[in-house]
């Protein structure tokens, strides 16, 4: 071959490997992730795969929120307040299984499986719909020891957004998230739209529409 046709391939090859990456990337991490609205009408991304951080009681989260996390639990427990992640980053097929296992405990219930499956729905998110597929929500609950659960919601529910959290399924807005009032639910979604949110007392679907 003439070294004029391999220096040729050589750069075709390299458009198509930058083509390629630039394609992936924007696949799995849009630029602006932290406003990635996933609801009953809205998917997780295709191929969305955060980069994960275990906490220390095994559970993962997006890397990406772990410091303003860590920031807004240590001035929580200055205050004596003890919070902990009980849930965060779940795969589709672990979002999958949470759903089968709750159709089969309300046939178990004795309820067919179309009213299981129904019913399920109310409880859990179909998989490909649920904001823990992010990795940016996270159920936090007290620990038993130092703190009551109303005392961790309470707290949040002020002090969450300087942190760039969200309380993501207020009371009184089911019609509009579709999912009844969860006071451990929360969402990251930067500081400064968790600011707005919080003082316009909106959600996350009302701030992007
Ligand atoms: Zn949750």
Not at 42 to 52: A, D, F, Q, T
Not at 92 to 101: I, N
Request: aromatic share 12%.
């Amino acid at each position: 071959m003439k070294r004029k046709n391999k220096v040729l391939i050589m750069i075709i090859l390299m458009f198509v490997a930058m083509v390629a990456l630039k394609f992936t990337q924007s696949e799995e991490s849009p630029d602006d992730w932290w406003l990635i609205l996933v609801n009953e009408k809205h998917s997780v991304p295709k191929n969305y795969s955060p980069e994960l951080t275990q906490l220390s009681n095994g559970i993962y989260i997006d890397s990406r929120i772990y410091p303003d996390l860590q920031k807004m639990f240590d001035d929580a427990r200055s205050d004596g307040i003890y919070p902990v992640v009980s849930e965060g980053y779940r795969t589709y097929k672990q979002q999958k299984q949470m759903m089968t296992d709750k159709i089969n405990s309300f046939i178990n219930e004795g309820y067919s499986e179309k009213e299981a499956k129904k019913y399920a729905k109310d409880w859990v998110a179909e998989a490909g719909r649920s904001e823990h597929e992010l990795g940016i929500a996270l159920d936090i609950n007290a620990d038993p020891s130092y703190s009551s659960d109303d005392e961790v919601y309470n707290w949040l529910a002020v002090n969450a957004c300087k942190y760039g959290f969200i309380l993501r399924y207020p009371p009184n807005k089911e019609d509009i998230t579709g999912i009844d009032y969860e006071p451990w639910h929360y969402r990251y979604v930067g500081t400064d739209t968790a600011l707005e949110i919080y003082s316009r007392q909106i959600t996350l679907e009302e701030y992007l529409s």
